[in-house]
């Protein structure tokens, strides 16, 4: 194989999607794409539909020289560990190795360098790597322990809200309004709407975390009960960075960084900002980080310039991405 035709991969595994991204060596995306949550703990059927996102990419696979594959809750269930290392080794027969999504999304944010990458989409955490490269992570404890301040967490505050509203234990009527809207309910359906939604979801998890942007939506036009949500969620995702902060040695980075959906939500941006001072941009989306640490292990030059090529790269295709992903009404 010439150096030339040479690629390697990465997968961005996630409680609502998961992507995948193949690379060349002058760091530009050769392939990309997404497809269902890759969780086990709550998909089951995630390793057949992590298989059926390679299909695609079948004829890019002998080209691979190195394989990274981040994904949702490794290093935490040792059950679920090898099956997830079986699954890599079934996918890809080049070398490879298998790690936390999460601290692929650190990888993204720093490249390797000391930072705090406060994570919230589905789920939430915190992770860092000190000035020894030591890893640590707060939080993350899935949704029956923890998950504070993520998308699920937002949407499963909004929905009790809008039950007891529905009910009358409170007077948030137009926040409940608003939700209920935001499904494509009927408003007079009342509590028989919203229970049928939920619990005819079949991917509960996923579908509560969407709720998420109809709480950030209400917030935006001002509504209390939508606003006072998002402060809970905003305090409780500071208390993961103060945690993480407390638990590093020596010196610690000045600035944090970012990952999940629920950061594009200007208003907990905000939040958070008044809390712990102005974020630093990732300077690679996760996926990309992933394929950032299977160029190092594959002996490529990753230089900033490659790194920046990368970025671009990577941020073009993955806007490509979502506007297919939209006109197909949100069909992965």
């Not at 961005?12 to 050769?30: H, I, M, P, S, Y």
């Not at 027969?93 to 360098?113: C, I, T, Y």
């Not at 490269?133 to 967490?153: H, K, M, P, T, Y």
């Not at 926040?175 to 919203?194: K, P, Q, V």
């Amino acid at each position: 194989m010439s150096s030339d035709s040479e690629l390697i991969l990465a997968v961005d595994g996630g409680g609502t999607k998961t992507v995948l991204a193949f690379a060349n060596r002058d760091g530009e995306l050769v392939f990309l794409d997404q497809g269902a949550s890759s969780n086990p703990m709550d998909n089951e059927r995630w390793r057949e539909q992590l298989s059926q996102l390679f299909t695609a990419a079948g004829h890019l696979l002998p080209s691979t020289v190195h394989a990274v594959f981040g994904l949702p809750g490794f290093g935490e269930i040792k059950r679920f560990d090898e099956l997830m290392r079986s699954a890599a080794a079934d996918l890809s027969s080049a070398p490879h190795h298998v790690m936390n999504d999460v601290e692929l999304a650190l990888d993204g944010a720093f490249v390797g360098r000391p930072g705090v990458l406060l994570l919230a989409g589905t789920g939430s955490m915190a992770m860092a790597r000190d000035a020894g490269g030591q890893v640590l992570r707060v939080g993350g404890w899935g949704e029956i322990f923890g998950d504070e301040g993520s998308a699920f967490w937002i949407g499963r505050e909004a929905l009790s809200a809008t039950s007891q509203a529905l009910d009358g234990r409170t007077d948030a009527v137009d926040f409940a309004n608003g939700i209920l809207s935001g499904l494509g309910l009927d408003i007079g359906g009342g509590c028989d709407a919203l229970m049928s939604w939920c619990y005819g979801s079949q991917r509960l998890r996923s579908a509560v975390a969407g709720v998420a942007r109809f709480v950030d939506a209400l917030a935006r036009s001002g509504n209390r009960t939508a606003l006072a949500i998002l402060n809970s969620a905003a305090d409780h995702l500071s208390a993961h960075l103060t945690a993480i902060r407390r638990c590093m040695k020596g010196a610690q980075p000045a600035t944090w960084s970012y990952a999940g959906g629920v950061f594009e939500s200007r208003v907990i941006g905000a939040m958070l900002a008044r809390r712990h001072g102005k974020p630093r941009p990732p300077r690679l989306p996760p996926i990309a980080g992933g394929l950032w640490r299977a160029a190092r292990e594959a002996g490529w030059r990753t230089d900033d310039a490659w790194i920046e090529k990368l970025a671009e790269s990577t941020r073009r295709n993955i806007a490509i991405l979502k506007r297919l992903h939209d006109e197909n009404g949100g069909a992965v």
